[in-house]
């Protein structure tokens, strides 16, 4: 199993433009998370979903979209890019409400 | 507000010696605790899960405690190694949509460094 894989591993985005950043599981996880991490700080959720096309915000969801249409995959979409969105995006999945599995991030930053 | 915390400092242990990491968190009232090892460019990697009628739970070297009354968890690690050297992060589960399958909640983590 190749877990949870993340594309691409680095992008540089200039402001105001748009871009989707990838995650797939083969794990057959109903449940998928987005979270970023900005340096020294906590991972924050951006968005998570139960199953094929349910998603929900988390704590910090303005200036991202997502969607849900196969149990595999869950891509993280950014619409017109601002510096302050420049952070490291984990996904993640898990069976359940319990132990999760991240894949290795994509690191963004806006210029 | 929700709120968890974890020494923000690094701390630094000698081989061999047992490292006691503190969670401390206010305005909650999890179901369960987790722990993570997240380790220089890479994403966290799941430790242990303990829940909130559990007040013990060991894996191999690993230890961890929850008192629900201090709202604490302590994680041990004993017989401590430099390849235990990691940031360690203390999760709860979240509370955003009051029910369901919501995200985890994070402290900033702790920095542990192993001594030869």
């Known amino acids: 199993n190749a877990g949870v894989t993340q594309t691409p591993k680095f992008r540089i985005l200039k402001i105001g433009q748009s871009m989707t950043l990838q995650c797939a599981q083969d794990?057959?996880?109903?449940?998928m998370y987005w979270y970023r991490q900005d340096p020294g700080m906590g991972l924050k959720l951006i968005y998570y979903?139960?199953?094929?096309?349910?998603?929900d915000k988390g704590e910090v969801p303005n200036g991202y979209n997502v969607s849900r249409s196969t149990t595999e995959d869950f891509p993280l979409r950014l619409e017109l890019a601002a510096p302050s969105q420049t952070s490291v995006y984990f996904c993640?999945?898990?069976?359940?409400?319990?132990?999760?599995?991240f894949g290795p991030g994509t690191r963004l930053t806006v210029t | 507000s929700q709120k968890i915390e974890q020494n923000s400092e690094a701390l630094n242990i000698q081989e061999g010696k047992t490292a006691t990491l503190t969670c401390n968190y206010t305005?909650?009232?999890?179901?369960?605790l987790q722990w993570y090892r997240q380790d220089p460019g890479r994403g966290p990697v799941f430790l242990l899960l303990?829940?909130?009628?559990?007040k013990e739970k060991r894996k191999e070297r690993l230890k961890v405690t929850f008192d629900t009354t201090l709202k604490q968890s302590l994680f041990h690690i004993t017989a401590s190694q430099p390849a235990d050297s990691a940031t360690y992060l203390c999760?709860?589960?979240?509370?955003?949509?009051?029910?369901?399958?919501?995200?985890?909640?994070f402290g900033k983590g702790t920095h542990l460094i192993i001594q030869p």
């Open positions: 993640a999945s898990s069976y359940s409400r319990a132990e999760q599995y």
């Open positions: 794990m057959n996880h109903n449940y």
């Open positions: 979903s139960v199953g094929a096309g349910i998603t």
């Open positions: 305005n909650y009232s999890p179901a369960y």
């Open positions: 303990i829940r909130e009628n559990e």
């Open positions: 999760a709860l589960d979240g509370e955003y949509s009051g029910g369901g399958a919501d995200g985890l909640t």
